[in-house]
């Protein structure tokens, strides 16, 4: 990691002084995503920051930190207890953690029936169809288009 993105994290642990839960979330993501990049080739962890700072309450800028923890970081619901999470929300971070072989659209009706994951997911989409944080848009890209739409025409 870069000392400009340790930088990032720290400056948003800071803006969570007083919500020790979500500060630890925002650490967590940091070790989890430590060394990944997204599809532009950006820092992985800037994408949950952006996804957590698009939320309102301190329960879902916590799931949206750590809402890809699970599926790209191999975190586990025992994991989350351990680490102190209420049930809410390792229940939120399930609703938006997809299943090996489930179907994109069934993983967004699965992700609408919680609360707290619904909002988060919209928010993720959001921000995956954001086609500035690729450098050269593919036709993989484009089709990916169509199906975050319909994801979040579903969620709306």
């Not at 990691?1 to 993501?29: D, F, N, R, S, W």
């Not at 949206?64 to 929300?89: C, M, N, Q, Y």
């Not at 659209?105 to 919680?114: A, I, T």
């Not at 994951?117 to 919209?122: A, I, L, P």
């Amino acid at each position: 990691m870069t000392k400009e993105i340790v930088q990032i994290v720290k400056e948003e642990i800071k803006k969570a002084e007083g919500y020790p839960l979500l500060q630890k979330a925002i650490q967590i993501a940091f070790e989890a995503h430590e060394g990944q990049t997204d599809k532009g080739g950006n820092p992985y962890i800037l994408h949950p920051l952006h996804v957590m700072n698009q939320l309102e309450t301190i329960d879902e800028k916590i799931v949206g930190v750590l809402h890809d923890t699970k599926e790209d970081a191999g975190l586990t619901d025992e994991f989350f207890r351990s680490e102190g999470f209420p049930e809410r929300i390792i229940r939120g971070i399930d609703s938006v953690t997809r299943r090996p072989d489930e179907a994109y659209m069934e993983f967004v009706k699965r992700s609408s029936e919680d609360e707290l994951g619904c909002k988060v997911k919209k928010e993720d989409i959001l921000h995956n169809m954001d086609l500035t944080r690729i450098p050269v848009i593919t036709e993989k890209h484009k089709s990916l288009q169509k199906r975050y739409k319909k994801g979040l025409d579903y969620l709306n």
